[in-house]
C-alpha cells in the first residue's frame, strides 16, 4: 500500500551549526554527489537545538515505516474472519488502528477503511 508525501522527501539529517560544541543544528536532505547539483542539499529547518533536530530528523524518517506497519497489521485484522472478531476488544483494536492511520496520513477514517479493506480482499484473493 503506498501512499504519497506531501513534504520534502526522506530521509532527513541533522547536523550540527558551527561546530562539534554548537548547541544549533540544521536539518537538511541528502546532499547531492554528482551532476549540476552537486554538494547542494535542501535545507528544511535552518536554525533548531540539536537534540530538536535530531527527534524530529528520527521522527520524520521513521513515520513512513510506521505507517506501512501499521497498515499492514490493519489490512490483517481484516483478513481475519474468525469468531473472536466480533468481540468489543477486536472491534475498538480496528477502530484504533485505522483512526491511527487517519491522523498520520491526514485522511478520514472512511477512506483508510476503504483502501485497507481492498487491500484484504486482494491477499485474500492471492492466497485462494
Not at 13 to 21: D, I, M, P, S
Not at 64 to 86: C, F, H, K, W
Not at 88 to 114: H, K, P, T, W
Request: hydrophobic share 35%.
Amino acid at each position: 500500500m503506498e501512499t504519497q508525501a506531501k513534504h520534502t522527501p526522506t530521509p532527513w539529517y541533522a547536523r550540527k551549526r558551527g561546530g562539534v560544541n554548537s548547541q544549533r543544528s540544521f536539518i537538511h536532505t541528502k546532499v547531492v554527489r554528482s551532476g549540476l547539483d552537486k554538494g547542494k542539499c535542501r535545507v528544511i529547518v535552518d536554525d533548531v537545538s540539536h537534540l530538536d533536530a535530531e527527534f524530529i530528523v528520527k521522527a520524520c524518517n521513521s513515520h513512513a515505516g510506521l505507517v506501512r506497519q501499521l497498515e499492514s497489521a490493519y489490512t490483517a485484522l481484516l483478513m481475519n474472519d474468525g469468531p473472536e472478531r466480533a468481540s468489543m476488544e477486536y472491534q475498538a483494536l480496528l477502530i484504533f488502528c485505522r483512526g491511527a492511520i487517519a491522523s498520520a496520513l491526514d485522511e478520514s477514517d472512511e477512506v483508510v477503511q476503504n483502501r485497507c479493506e481492498h487491500e484484504a480482499i486482494q491477499r485474500k484473493l492471492q492466497n485462494t
